[in-house]
């Protein structure tokens, strides 16, 4: 099993702020005395915030919370774009190498676009179930055959990955359009990361 403390040292070296806890909950008690009072924050695509009830948490501690998850269809879009904007940001990763790289496939390109630039701070819970021994191959196969077909069951959508096997070529509603690895925390924002040794989403 891997070592939570030698992932943290991998990702310490790559310029992120790490820490580590036993479950969410001290997770989520980390992030409410991290973040500023009354601060706004912004939820990407993110069962593992849902599964930790974050937002609850964040609203009933006097957060502002922008979840496109949450709105009706018609107001995604702008949703969307205002998180972008948000001074803090809180996602999750598909996998995490035992070395220290992120990496996030998205369909819309919202989450990961945002993890690059715009919040000044972003908030990384990582799940023990998402870290991958090996490096970004071994991190996009775990995407491909554990988070994506997860995923898109969950959102009943008709892919090739939800019935069992990734095929590009014959998938029309792509939930993989973008895939970006965090070979170093961008220099732009904060970016810290929460690493919990339990496993939390896809």
């Not at 891997?2 to 479950?23: M, P, S, Y």
């Not at 690059?116 to 990384?124: A, M, S």
């Not at 359009?177 to 924002?189: F, G, N, Q, R, T």
Request: neutral net charge.
């Amino acid at each position: 099993m891997t070592d939570l403390n030698h992932v943290a040292r991998a990702l310490e070296a790559r310029g992120f702020q790490t820490h580590c806890f036993k479950e969410a909950a001290e997770a989520a008690a980390f992030l409410l005395e991290d973040m500023p009072a009354g601060e706004t924050v912004a939820i990407g695509g993110c069962m593992t915030a849902r599964q930790m009830g974050l937002k609850e948490q964040l609203i009933a501690a006097g957060h502002p919370v922008i979840w496109h998850w949450d709105v009706p269809h018609a107001e995604r879009h702008d949703t969307l774009r205002e998180a972008m904007s948000a001074p803090l940001y809180v996602c999750s990763a598909n996998a995490l190498t035992a070395d220290g790289l992120i990496v996030n496939i998205d369909g819309t390109g919202n989450r990961v676009a945002a993890t690059c630039y715009g919040p000044k701070t972003v908030y990384f819970i990582i799940g023990r179930n998402k870290i991958v021994e090996g490096g970004y191959q071994q991190a996009i196969r775990r995407i491909k055959q554990v988070a994506c077909p997860a995923n898109a069951r969950r959102l009943n959508l008709d892919t090739p990955c939800a019935k069992g096997e990734c095929s590009a070529a014959q998938c029309k509603n792509p939930m993989c359009c973008a895939v970006v690895s965090l070979e170093h925390a961008v220099s732009a924002h904060r970016m810290v990361v929460l690493l919990v040794d339990e496993a939390l989403g896809f």
